[in-house]
């Protein structure tokens, strides 16, 4: 299993900018394909992006299209969460995951088997 840790969350204005990063340990990390999620209190937590091992291929939720960038840094083990325009409605904690394949269904929690304890991200108005 693999070892995830995040950081780079923090308190931004909205409008405001942050980037999430995720290292990983613990096994070949260039093999893995990896996602963000989000959980703000009371709900359920939500695929944000996923990306495939080579960088090739991402996803995106409708919400944060144009907003945000999923990338990658093999060389670092490190994959990263580009975060613009960013509004109150983001305030959450993020999760990075990583599974061995990019499958169909990249937006389903199930579908990774390796978490993060998470990045506390908070948008003011």
């Known amino acids: 299993q693999v070892q995830l840790v995040e950081s780079g969350g923090g308190l931004v204005q909205a409008g405001g900018s942050l980037r999430l990063s995720c290292a990983a340990s613990g096994r070949p990390y260039s093999n893995l394909a990896m996602g963000w999620f989000r959980q703000a209190p009371g709900k359920e937590r939500e695929f944000v992006a996923a990306i495939s091992w080579n960088g090739l291929r991402t996803d995106y939720v409708t919400s944060v299209k144009g907003r945000f960038t999923i990338f990658r840094d093999n060389a670092k083990n490190t994959v990263y969460l580009q975060m613009n325009s960013l509004k109150p409605e983001d305030t959450a904690v993020y999760y990075c995951?990583?599974?061995?394949?990019?499958?169909?269904?990249?937006?389903?929690?199930?579908?990774?088997?390796?978490w993060g304890q998470g990045t506390q991200v908070t948008v003011s108005s």
């Open positions: 995951a990583s599974t061995p394949v990019y499958g169909t269904n990249m937006y389903a929690r199930t579908s990774y088997d390796s």
